[in-house]
């Protein structure tokens, strides 16, 4: 497969891919995805005492961006509920080389070594082969305006998706979050659930995709990498629980509903998102 080239070049500049692997689920993983070689280095067994700190900084990145959405995770959910069963993948930097910002959200001391992780995408094998549930998706781009790493996340993800060498994704996440925009670049997404009273935010909608080489590149935000997808029959506001409740109602009766797109921004908080049955 021939690499991946994100619109956003920085991505390929001085971020360095790295993966958190049980020496069991390693041979099951594709450490060259779209042939970039992961450095034995940045390999990362987390049952060795040695990955500690990088775990930690994982752990930071975690609390800046989950944080902030009121859902941050203990260590102990990243061991039991990540490391072991599934894996972590994601884009660092030589702590040397980081910005005076991003030292100080890591709370760096002056001779900080190692890697510092920017992103970070965390999936959990199914029952079905080559299914995989994304647990976890998170970026510091947002917050490192100056560092121009736009497209981060989505970069992050389409490399874990093929280290995890995944055919098909389920995830969940909230009808408002940002996080669409980079998921719909996976092509429609299947609604399993549009109201999900089992989340702790019930507005959480439950999704599944097939992933192919196409979804992936288009996901890595190749220029010209477009996928077919339906036209929209309704743009369903994330504020619009009676709606949610309503397609859920559907679902629950047999009908098949998907995501068709990205979703219309209207401010920070709100958004307005593509949907047809099929
Ligand atoms: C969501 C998150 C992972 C995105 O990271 P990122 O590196 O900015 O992602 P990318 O640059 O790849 O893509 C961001 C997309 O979101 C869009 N976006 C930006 N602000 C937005 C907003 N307020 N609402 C909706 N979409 C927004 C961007 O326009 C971009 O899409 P586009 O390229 O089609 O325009 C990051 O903000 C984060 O870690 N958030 C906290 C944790 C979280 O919510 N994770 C998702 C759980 S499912």
Redesign the pocket.
Same mark, same amino acid.
């Given at each position: 497969m021939s690499p991946l080239r994100p619109e956003n070049s920085n991505l390929l500049q001085g971020l360095l891919p790295y993966v958190v692997v049980t020496p069991e689920n390693r041979p099951h993983f594709d450490l060259a995805p779209f042939g970039l070689a992961i450095a034995e280095a940045h390999v990362i067994d987390p049952l060795h005492t040695g990955s500690a700190p990088f775990l930690e900084r994982l752990e930071t990145l975690d609390g800046a961006?989950?944080g902030?959405?009121g859902m941050p995770m203990p260590r102990w959910v990243f061991f039991d509920g990540a490391e072991l069963p599934g894996g972590i993948v994601g884009l660092a930097r030589p702590a040397e080389n980081l910005s005076a910002r991003a030292r100080t959200l890591f709370k760096l001391p002056t001779d900080a070594a190692g890697l510092v992780p920017l992103?970070m995408f965390i999936a959990i094998p199914t029952f079905e082969p080559g299914e995989w549930m %994304?647990h !976890?998706?998170?970026?510091? %781009?947002?917050m490192l305006p100056d560092a121009g790493?736009? %497209?981060?996340?989505?970069?992050?993800k389409a490399l874990g998706l093929a280290v995890f060498r995944a055919r098909k994704q389920i995830?969940?996440?909230?009808w !408002?979050?940002?996080?669409?925009?980079?998921?719909t670049?996976l092509g429609p997404l299947e609604l399993l659930s549009a109201w999900t009273p089992a989340h702790s935010e019930p507005w959480s909608l439950t999704y599944r995709v097939t992933i192919t080489e196409a979804a992936l590149r288009s996901l890595a935000?190749e220029p010209e990498a477009e996928l077919p997808r339906p036209e929209p029959e309704r743009w369903v506001h994330s504020d619009d629980h009676a709606t949610m409740k309503a397609l859920q109602v559907e679902i629950e009766a047999g009908a098949r509903y998907v995501i068709t797109g990205?979703?219309r921004?209207l401010?920070?908080?709100h958004?307005e998102v593509p949907v047809a049955r099929v």
């Open positions: 961006t989950f902030p959405e992103s %994304g !976890n998706l998170a970026s510091l %781009g947002p790493l736009k %497209g981060l996340a989505s970069y992050t995830g969940v996440t909230q !408002n979050s940002t996080a669409l925009a980079v998921h670049r935000r990205r979703p921004i401010d920070h908080e958004l």
